[in-house]
């Protein structure tokens, strides 16, 4: 019976996808170990180190369903070790071949190397992921190139913004991740072959060649040395799933703050069919996806600091950091997976509430626009004399309710200062973006760019 809600099977794909529970099934694990087994037995054979015969035999029967696993299930409950009792398995299916099963490997190049395997899934999940959200950001960000929204500051309304800005910035940071990602995979998605400890003594002078062959075939890199006690690569997919997940969790949390209800700019979609709503309070919807992914990131963010601790291992293996690793990586998968989920659904059908964009722009209008009346007034007070003096007259405006450019004519030094200037876009903050638009455009061609660049460089 499942006993983690990764595992649930009533309650399901409530922290995962059908997609990551699939890499890391437990067969399919045990498949990727049978794949490299039935790499090394034929490139052994090719170097003459196996007979031919034997290496077809292997090849044929390192698949799951042709092994015992009752067995294997049994074996596992006397033998300690991760990988003897799947060996055994297929030794047995191999019949008088099955002496030349794992010849002159260790259990842990097996295991590394599953592992790189079912990282080359994963990231290529998550490089398909991040495709579709840049995607998705690109199109938002243009279409709202120019609606005028405030931008906050220490929580407070600050500067007026446009919401495609807001968006581009999302844009640009996903598209950093996605070039992490790029540089990344080549160390990532490395296999190991060493021997017990790392020399190759027991695959002989064509060790590496050997090496070379084995992962050629699986479609990884073959490593310049051992890493059984080199946890940077691993540590690095970590810190990556930590960051893009944390990058998730701060738009999402966004999305949430801007949907409360005294806000309501922004809104997670509604779900298809009956709302998903308080228990008892018909009126809620709630932004449940938008706090999956919070929680999950925290997870990811947590779990990536076991994979750094894994890290610090003694000579040439140390069980007590590899375990770590092993139970550490199939959740920040899984959880990195389902958070990009989420956010692909929730960016699809994102609620935009252009009316109360507006009008949350407009609950102070001239004071958004302070800043303008700043830099007008500087010249001829000094900016300490105008920042006290605009301070009063915004106090004096929010008090009363009246305009603040008539609070500011009722004062006779602050509207000598202002004869000239044309003060109607203290009421029209919309008028004050910068050259937020342009950012906006310049964000979309570096994005674009960046695209075609990686586009052109698939990953191993």
């Not at 030349?100 to 994963?122: F, P, S």
């Not at 935009?352 to 007034?377: C, D, R, Y």
Request: proline share 6%.
């Amino acid at each position: 019976m499942p006993a983690h809600p990764i595992d649930f099977e009533i309650q399901a794909h409530v922290f995962s996808t059908p997609e990551g529970l699939n890499i890391f099934a437990e067969t399919s694990r045990f498949q990727r170990w049978l794949d490299f087994e039935a790499a090394l037995a034929v490139s052994q054979a090719d170097l003459g180190l196996i007979p031919p015969e034997a290496a077809a035999t292997i090849q044929a029967k390192a698949r799951v369903d042709q092994l015992d696993l009752g067995m294997a299930q049994a074996e596992y409950t006397t033998n300690r070790n991760s990988l003897t009792p799947i060996l055994k398995a297929l030794r047995q299916a191999c019949g008088p071949h099955g002496d030349y099963v794992h010849h002159g490997a260790t259990t842990q190049d097996a295991i590394d190397t599953g592992q790189a395997l079912e990282l080359k899934a994963v990231l290529g999940l998550v490089r398909r992921d991040l495709n579709q959200l840049i995607e998705q950001l690109l199109t938002l960000a243009a279409r709202h190139r120019d609606l005028a929204m405030v931008g906050r500051t220490h929580s407070q309304q600050a500067l007026p913004i446009t919401l495609g800005l807001k968006f581009s910035v999302w844009l640009l940071e996903l598209n950093r991740h996605a070039d992490r990602l790029q540089f990344l995979a080549p160390r990532a998605l490395t296999g190991q072959l060493g021997g017990a400890v790392g020399t190759m003594a027991a695959l002989g002078p064509q060790g590496r060649e050997l090496r070379d062959r084995v992962m050629a075939r699986l479609g990884l890199t073959a490593a310049a040395g051992p890493w059984h006690t080199a946890r940077d690569n691993s540590a690095e997919v970590g810190a990556l799933c930590a960051m893009l997940t944390a990058t998730a969790a701060k738009m999402a949390n966004e999305v949430f703050q801007l949907g409360k209800t005294e806000v309501m700019e922004l809104g997670e979609p509604a779900p298809a069919g009956k709302s998903a709503g308080s228990s008892t309070m018909p009126h809620k919807r709630n932004p449940v996806l938008c706090e999956r992914i919070v929680v999950l990131s925290s997870h990811v963010r947590a779990l990536s600091q076991v994979l750094m601790e894994a890290m610090i291992g003694e000579n040439e293996r140390d069980p007590r950091a590899l375990w770590s690793e092993w139970l550490a990586m199939p959740q920040i998968c899984i959880y990195t997976l389902a958070g990009l989920d989420y956010l692909k659904a929730i960016l699809t059908n994102l609620a935009i509430n252009p009316e109360n964009i507006t009008k949350n722009l407009h609950i102070q209008p001239g004071a958004v626009a302070s800043e303008w009346l700043l830099f007008a007034l500087t010249p001829k007070l000094g900016k300490a004399q105008a920042q006290i003096r605009i301070a009063h007259v915004l106090k004096e405006a929010a008090t009363s309710g009246r305009p603040l450019a008539d609070c500011l004519a009722d004062d006779p030094e602050l509207a000598a200062c202002l004869p000239k200037l044309d003060l109607t876009g203290l009421e029209h903050p919309e008028t004050y973006t910068g050259l937020a638009p342009e950012l906006v455009d310049d964000a979309i061609r570096l994005v674009n760019h960046r695209r075609q660049e990686r586009a052109a460089q698939p990953l191993p």
